[in-house]
């Protein structure tokens, strides 16, 4: 089935600015993502049910956690309202300013997380308090060392009273993780084999050695 002239046109511009940054789209979809090892920054060119066009969502998704979609962790998310489709010459102009626009907050989220310890930073002083960010805090800081505040925010996450299969199962891998704190080479170890199986589970290239050091 061919590709919407919307979509056609977001991959051509996309190809032009975000491939030279080292992105890859995300199968057929209209989602691009920046590997960047413990993290992967997602671009996403969201279609609208209601007309031809393109919403732009960026951010970062931690991938500690293992699973099999993408998330958006961390950033601004919407960063562009709905643009039209309108004709191709329109929209290959609206297709290029939500790429470039795509490309400057990519640029911008690899300044700010290049280490577990910059989101720890983000996490503690911006982010929003809640279950799953105590969750990514309890994993930061105890890959930056911080042993004191990864129990308290593991204690957070084991605290919550809510029954929902996802929570359960958050409890149980942050009782899990939080037993690697008395070793610190343990720790690590345990949270890269996380990120490996998660990036293997979203088709993500596999890490060399050299880039399985966390902290």
Same mark, same amino acid.
């Given at each position: 089935?061919?590709?919407?002239?919307?979509?056609?046109?977001?991959?051509?511009?996309?190809?032009?600015?975000l491939?030279?940054l080292g992105?890859?789209?995300?199968?057929?979809?209209?989602?691009w993502?920046?590997?960047?090892?413990?993290?992967?920054?997602?671009?996403e060119?969201?279609?609208s049910?209601?007309?031809?066009?393109?919403?732009?969502?960026?951010?970062a998704?931690?991938?500690?956690?293992?699973?099999?979609?993408v998330?958006?962790d961390?950033?601004?998310?919407?960063?562009?309202?709905?643009?039209?489709?309108?004709?191709?010459?329109?929209?290959?102009?609206?297709?290029?300013?939500?790429?470039e626009?795509a490309?400057? /907050?990519?640029?911008?989220?690899?300044?700010?997380?290049p280490?577990?310890?910059?989101?720890q930073?983000?996490?503690?002083?911006?982010?929003?308090?809640?279950?799953?960010?105590?969750?990514?805090?309890?994993?930061?800081?105890?890959?930056?060392?911080?042993?004191?505040?990864?129990?308290?925010s593991f204690?957070?996450?084991?605290?919550c009273?809510? /029954?929902?299969p996802?929570?359960? /199962?958050l409890k149980?891998?942050?009782?899990?993780?939080e037993?690697?704190?008395?070793?610190?080479?343990?720790?690590?170890?345990?949270?890269?084999?996380?990120?490996?199986?998660?990036?293997?589970?979203?088709?993500?290239?596999?890490?060399p050695?050299?880039?399985?050091?966390?902290?």
């Open positions: 089935m061919p590709r919407p002239a919307s979509a056609r046109l977001i991959n051509a511009a996309a190809k032009s600015v491939k030279p992105c890859i789209p995300k199968g057929r979809s209209r989602i993502l920046d590997d960047q090892s413990f993290w992967v920054g997602v671009i060119f969201q279609p049910a209601w007309g031809r066009g393109s919403y732009l969502n960026v951010g998704c931690w991938l500690w956690y293992e699973k099999d979609y998330s958006f961390a950033g601004e998310y919407r960063v562009e309202s709905f643009q039209p489709y309108e004709s191709d010459e329109q929209f290959a102009a609206a297709a290029q300013a939500l790429v626009r490309a400057k /907050e990519l640029v911008d989220l690899r300044g700010r997380f280490s577990p310890s910059h989101v930073d983000w996490l503690t002083r911006e982010a929003p308090r809640t279950l799953w960010n105590h969750y990514h805090l309890a994993v930061s800081a105890g890959l930056a060392g911080d042993v004191d505040q990864s129990k308290r204690a957070e996450v084991k605290s009273p809510d /029954e929902w996802w929570v359960i /199962e149980r891998r942050s009782a899990e993780l037993k690697f704190l008395l070793s610190d080479s343990g720790f690590k170890d345990e949270v890269m084999n996380t990120v490996v199986r998660t990036r293997a589970l979203l088709k993500l290239s596999a890490l050695e050299n880039a399985r050091r966390m902290g």
